[in-house]
């Protein structure tokens, strides 16, 4: 095998892996978005939630949240508060 064809095939296997990785984190985000959705309309008297990396708060049926902290581990949506607490 030749230089060049060793440098395509390695260029080839780089661009295959990247585009994995990118599609596995849109999958990610959008499973999160999903998620935070459901747990929306399963808790409609929470006012604010948490996965443990953000913190939201419900306006107008929408969710407004904080960066998330670094190097975190998301956990299951807490709600945080109630309305009328």
């Known amino acids: 095998m030749s230089l060049s064809g060793f440098a395509q095939r390695y260029v080839l296997a780089a661009t295959a892996v990247l585009l994995l990785i990118a599609n596995?984190?849109?999958?990610?985000?959008?499973?999160?978005?999903?998620?935070?959705?459901?747990f929306m309309k399963s808790?409609?008297?929470c006012m604010e939630f948490s996965d443990q990396c953000s913190i939201c708060?419900?306006?107008?049926?929408?969710?407004?949240?904080?960066?998330p902290k670094i190097a975190c581990i998301k956990?299951?949506?807490?709600?945080?508060?109630?309305?009328g607490d």
Not at 25 to 32: F, G, I
Not at 75 to 83: F, N, Q
């Open 75 to 83: 956990k299951p949506y807490v709600c945080t508060r109630r309305a």
């Open 57 to 67: 708060a419900v306006d107008d049926g929408k969710a407004a949240c904080s960066t």
């Open 43 to 45: 808790n409609p008297q």
């Open 24 to 38: 596995s984190a849109m999958a990610d985000e959008q499973a999160a978005a999903e998620s935070m959705a459901d």
